[in-house]
């Protein structure tokens, strides 16, 4: 019987034991679940995220905000408008593929197909494969952001689609939205869409000194901001994002979980309708209402600090980021500038913002009525939710309307081309200004740094930009959504987070 | 024969109803938002997406629409899902066990309690536990369910612990391909919150409908001769007096049936249920337009059949009750 017992308690030992260091499983929930398994499909959060557990791309985004090498080993400028990657060797894909150069520009030349990702690698010119692990790609001009782009080139197996089908369907159905090869850390081993995605590590990945542990990850989309952060505490789930503002201390005090927060990049602001009013085409009224907007109160009260207070576009990190501005509430600045410009008894404008987009859109607006009405504007604001709200904004139905942004290049030049540029239905350029500011100014040193290679020419340009826009208001900034992702301890979910919002959950390391 | 009858009117009753509810649902279509929004990134052009919505068909007039979904609808295809890229009906199929089985859930316990309670209330008006049991009732009543749910999943979930706070756990697949929660026992821990949460809707209700039903027969002359003719208390009560609370009750019972799909859709929202009402929330959210009128065309249709079935039932527990259509 004592024998009985000794050996138990050494298995249970061996147990206990065999635990560290071994196979991980994780359990995580997020918002929402990828739309589909093609990568090419739609641009958006769900999509990248995905496409960093299942595939991987030439270079990624660090912590610091500069590139790492990924299937891309190494690259060079060949000239003003080449450059050349040469790939790794040796990497496979999930079909048992070997990975080629042939792979790298059928994925280039797929993603100039989609609608979604076309805008982005407009630029590109061509690529073509020099030898079997080199690849050569081509600009209409010089090209400051070549590597910003290639964080979007996920090479694809093009055999495995091309057996299969390798059409991009944006609705109906396609073999590329159910079925996936790449060469990422995960395989997907099963999916029920809106329920969940398990994902299985992938036995012959190419990184073996990536030092994740994670054999299986279980992703759980929890739509309800609540039930997600219940199902943290309870201990059903081992990580969550995003974690709203009115739960970050529960997470951050609870003994068994960690809160992990960053500064976002999605800035988020008010525009101002020229067209439509008289009086918001008075770059005295705009800097007079810039100045009665409190948006570090807005942080600080609505946004329980769950935001970083921005007095221009671009976040700090980015070229375009100019130290000097700073935010500018006032309220006696901001009567007598609207004195001075000719509505010392103020004036009545109507306000659109979205209910479920933003986090806490709607208390944002409802917070800068009621400032914008003690310089005597009266605002008459709708709230909506944002299947509603975008077609509005398209119409630009109100006279001041919200829009937050993130830039897909994680670059101050694509704030301007969509949101400050003057708008231009031809080139596109403006396509969110529903403002319609325009200075010429600003489109000139945004197209010409859009070809401007030299690093710190580029920053002058757009830092200038943004000193313009700050001083005619051609918006309202308010902060950058930070991000906020909850772990249980144990889970080094803080050394694979970044900016950009895509976790690389290929890397991460579970203690017990 | 007149069950025959009876049938083929409630047929003809079940595609009127049918047609009328698509008719909205496709008239107030426009108003849901723009689908094109959810299927693409921010960056797309307009351009982009105006080709895209004239591929679709989504420019077409609303006649030219409304045809070519009753010419599909005829044979049996309300439209694909954007958002699933499958038929919206088997997407709603796939979804309707897990509705069903929180349903099923739902009742069971608030027959199983409300039942037992009123008669409780009934016989025994003046004690002290009915008095709880009826003030309780009216708090019951007038709680949100949506606060029910998160208290639900603090408590239990997250400060002891007992039971799981989202999804529905281990499902086994059942020959004809229903997936149930019911033959393990982590789907049925995942089953309680969720249920208790949607039966406390009904719980108060029911109580009081029973209770007061149940008043109500016992004074009534057949059964104070029941009792004259010395039958046992327990025959009096159980089979001569609340026999005859029952017909109310599965009136009642029957039309509450819409309620609680209705609220089948706040409760697996807060619990990430994955059955039809979160379906339904989410397809809205994401204006899915196809997956929204396919939902409400069945849910129109699930409220024909089971008030077919609750007429049927009439007939069971009272025989004086005939079928209407079915004439002699």
Redesign the interface.
Same mark, same amino acid.
């Given at each position: 019987m004592r024998l009985l017992r000794n050996l138990a308690a050494a298995g249970a030992v061996m147990l206990a034991t065999a635990g560290v260091g071994a196979a991980q499983t994780l359990k995580f929930a997020y918002d929402a679940d990828p739309?589909?398994l093609d990568p090419h499909e739609?641009?958006?959060g769900g999509t990248l995220q995905l496409s960093h557990m299942v595939f991987d791309p030439l270079v990624r985004w660090n912590q610091d905000l500069g590139f790492d090498a990924r299937i891309a080993k190494s690259w060079e400028r060949v000239n003003e408008t080449t450059m050349r990657f040469n790939l790794r060797e040796g990497v496979q894909f999930h079909s048992g593929n070997e990975m080629t150069a042939e792979d790298v520009v059928w994925t280039i030349e797929r993603l100039k197909s989609s609608?979604?990702?076309k805008?982005?690698f407009n630029g590109w010119v061509s690529a073509e494969a020099i030898d079997a692990h080199t690849v050569e790609v081509k600009t209409d001009g010089p090209s400051p952001l070549m590597l910003h782009t290639a964080t979007y080139v996920f090479p694809m197996d093009k055999k495995f689609y091309e057996e299969g089908g390798a059409e991009i369907?944006?609705?109906?159905?396609?073999f590329a939205?159910q079925n996936v090869s790449g060469t990422g850390p995960f395989t997907i081993a099963e999916r029920?869409? =809106?329920?969940r995605v398990v994902f299985e590590r992938n036995e012959t990945y190419w990184d073996e000194d990536s030092p994740g542990d994670v054999q299986t990850a279980i992703l759980?989309?929890?739509?309800?901001a609540?039930?997600r952060v219940?199902?943290l505490? !309870?201990?059903?789930v081992d990580f969550i994002a995003p974690v709203p503002p009115t739960d970050l201390d529960r997470v951050r005090e609870n003994e068994n979980t960690k809160l992990v927060t960053m500064t976002g990049t999605r800035v988020i602001t008010l525009q101002m309708n020229q067209e439509r009013h008289e009086a918001l085409a008075n770059t005295k009224v705009r800097r007079a209402m810039a100045y009665a907007i409190n948006n570090e109160g807005i942080v600080e009260k609505i946004m329980k600090g769950f935001g970083t207070v921005a007095a221009q576009q671009s976040p700090e990190g980015y070229v375009g980021h100019n130290p000097n501005l700073e935010p500018r509430y006032d309220l006696e600045k901001a009567k007598q500038l609207m004195a001075e410009a000719g509505y010392p008894d103020g004036f009545e404008a109507t306000m659109m913002c979205p209910n479920?987009r933003y986090v806490n859109d709607f208390k944002i607006c409802e917070a800068s009525a009621a400032m914008l009405a003690k310089i005597g504007i009266e605002i008459d604001l709708t709230t909506m939710?944002?299947?509603?709200? +975008?077609?509005k904004f398209?119409e630009r139905a109100a006279d001041i309307m919200m829009i937050g +942004?993130?830039s897909?290049t994680e670059d101050s030049a694509n704030f301007n081309e969509?949101l400050t540029m003057t708008p231009n239905?031809e080139t596109?350029r403006g396509?969110?200004n529903s403002g319609n500011y325009s200075n010429e100014r600003v489109d000139e040193l945004t197209l010409a740094s859009l070809t401007e290679t030299d690093q710190d020419k580029r920053a002058e340009m757009l830092q200038e930009v943004e000193r313009i826009l700050y001083e005619e208001a051609a918006f309202i900034p308010f902060h950058w959504q930070d991000l906020a992702y909850g772990a249980r301890k144990g889970v080094m979910i803080e050394d694979v987070v970044n900016v950009m919002n895509f976790p690389y959950l290929g890397d991460l390391v579970i203690k017990q | 024969m007149h069950i025959l009858a009876f049938l083929i009117r409630r047929a003809v009753q079940a595609v009127i109803v049918m047609l009328v509810i698509s008719v909205i649902g496709f008239s107030i279509q426009d108003?849901?938002?723009?689908p094109l929004?959810?299927?693409?990134?921010?960056?797309?052009?307009?351009?982009?997406r105006d080709a895209?919505r004239e591929e679709?068909g989504l420019n077409d007039p609303f006649l030219v629409q409304y045809v070519r979904f009753l010419g599909n609808a005829v044979q049996g295809d309300l439209g694909?899902s954007?958002?699933?890229?499958?038929p919206a009906v088997d997407v709603i199929m796939d979804k309707f066990p897990a509705t069903f089985e929180l349903v099923i859930g739902a009742v069971f316990i608030f027959l199983s309690l409300s039942i037992p309670a009123g008669i409780y209330c009934a016989i025994n008006r003046d004690s002290w536990l009915t008095r709880i049991i009826m003030t309780g009732s009216i708090v019951g009543i007038s709680i949100p369910v949506f606060l029910t749910a998160?208290a639900a &999943? +603090?408590l239990f979930?997250?400060e002891l612990?007992w039971l799981? !706070?989202? =999804?529905r756990g281990d499902t086994v697949e059942l020959p004809w391909g229903w997936e149930t929660g019911f033959l393990t026992l982590d789907g049925l821990s995942h089953l309680i919150l969720p249920s208790i949460t949607l039966s406390s809707i009904m719980l108060p209700l029911f109580i009081r409908l029973i209770r007061a039903e149940m008043l109500e027969a016992m004074s009534t002359d057949y059964v104070r001769f029941a009792r004259a003719k010395g039958l046992s208390q327990r025959r009096v009560r159980y089979v001569h007096a609340f026999r005859n609370t029952l017909l109310p009750v599965v009136t009642v019972g029957g039309l509450m049936i819409g309620t609680l799909i209705a609220y089948t859709i706040l409760t697996e929202? &807060?619990?990430?249920w994955?059955g039809m009402g979160?379906?339904f929330l989410?397809a809205?959210?994401?204006?899915d337009t196809p997956l929204i009128i396919a939902y409400i065309i069945v849910v129109g249709l699930i409220f024909v059949i089971v008030n077919t079935i609750v007429d049927f039932v009439y007939t069971l527990i009272n025989p004086m009750v005939k079928l209407p259509g079915a004439k002699g």
């Open positions: 739309v589909s739609q641009l958006s609608p979604d990702f805008g982005i369907a944006k609705h109906g159905d396609s939205s029920e869409q =809106g329920v759980t989309p929890i739509k309800e609540p039930t219940a199902a505490l !309870a201990g059903d479920n939710p944002k299947a509603q709200y +975008w077609p398209d +942004w993130h897909d969509f239905p596109g396509q969110y | 108003n849901l938002g723009d929004r959810e299927l693409v990134g921010q960056s797309v052009s307009e351009e982009e895209l679709m694909t954007y958002f699933f890229k499958r998160i &999943v +603090w979930g997250v612990g799981p !706070a989202f =999804g929202t &807060v619990f990430q994955p979160f379906l989410e809205v959210n994401r204006v």
